[in-house]
């Protein structure tokens, strides 16, 4: 549901959408080793901020989440987990202490209309395949790019909090949840798994440990290929069994890394 007249959006989107309510996502990626998170940019304005969006009155949360992570990367069908709802008093004071804020074109636009009034927001988190996603700005940004997670721009709102806690999150539920279906190429070596997980976890992991944990698991699938990636070094490729995976993440059972 894309907005294609901002100018009726601002004055007449609450006929559409539910005001005071809106859906903001994390979504994270991963390419060479390193944990990238899509952001927005304001236009005319030096901050950044995660996607997000208004709910339609005729669709769910869940549904209109989807929706937004397909504006922004053209993918369908993604993982993505509710992790937090965010309502503190004034979320935008940030911004408002900041003079150029207030000669911003798009919130003279807004000011005094349904969208300038408290609004709490559900944020949700997804980790998507980076080389299949087309970030692309909605009619309010100038921009939708990658950012390397431990290099982040300047970040409007409380969006500096809401990032910390999906973060926070993501940890905590790896360990019950498996994750690389979604962030590595269909055929990987255990290393490269195990540095995914020690990226996310932002720590060094036992590799006997975590085998030992896959294992268990029984979602990894070796072939008999290997890929040689040094002198004496050619460990096995290996795949998600798919079908296994998914039942993994309803198991809720703890993996203690």
Request: aromatic fraction near 10%; charge should be negative; hydrophobic fraction near 35%.
């Amino acid at each position: 549901m894309l907005i294609t007249d901002v100018h009726a959006f601002i004055q007449h989107g609450y006929r559409d959408f539910i005001p005071h309510l809106s859906i903001d996502c994390a979504i994270l990626g991963y390419h060479d080793g390193i944990l990238k998170i899509l952001l927005t940019a304001w236009p005319d304005l030096d901050g950044w901020c995660l996607p997000g969006g208004y709910i339609s009155r005729t669709e769910s949360i869940d549904h209109a989440a989807q929706r937004i992570l397909e504006e922004r990367t053209g993918l369908a069908d993604v993982f993505l987990q509710q992790y937090h709802t965010f309502g503190q008093m004034n979320r935008v004071l940030p911004l408002e202490e900041k003079p150029e804020f207030h000669d911003n074109p798009l919130y003279r636009a807004i000011r005094g209309s349904w969208l300038d009034a408290r609004t709490v927001s559900i944020g949700y988190y997804a980790l998507i395949d980076f080389s299949r996603a087309t970030p692309r700005p909605d009619e309010f940004s100038r921009e939708c790019r990658w950012w390397d997670i431990r290099e982040l721009p300047p970040l409007l709102f409380d969006h500096p909090l809401m990032i910390k806690t999906a973060l926070d999150t993501i940890r905590k539920d790896l360990q019950v949840h498996p994750v690389g279906l979604q962030l590595l190429p269909e055929e990987f070596t255990v290393p490269e798994l195990q540095r995914l997980y020690e990226t996310l976890l932002n720590r060094t992991l036992d590799r006997r440990n975590f085998m030992k944990k896959m294992q268990q698991l029984g979602i990894l699938i070796r072939h008999d290929r290997t890929r040689s990636i040094g002198s004496h070094r050619s460990p096995y490729l290996y795949s998600f069994d798919e079908e296994r995976y998914r039942e993994v993440l309803t198991d809720q059972r703890n993996m203690s890394f």
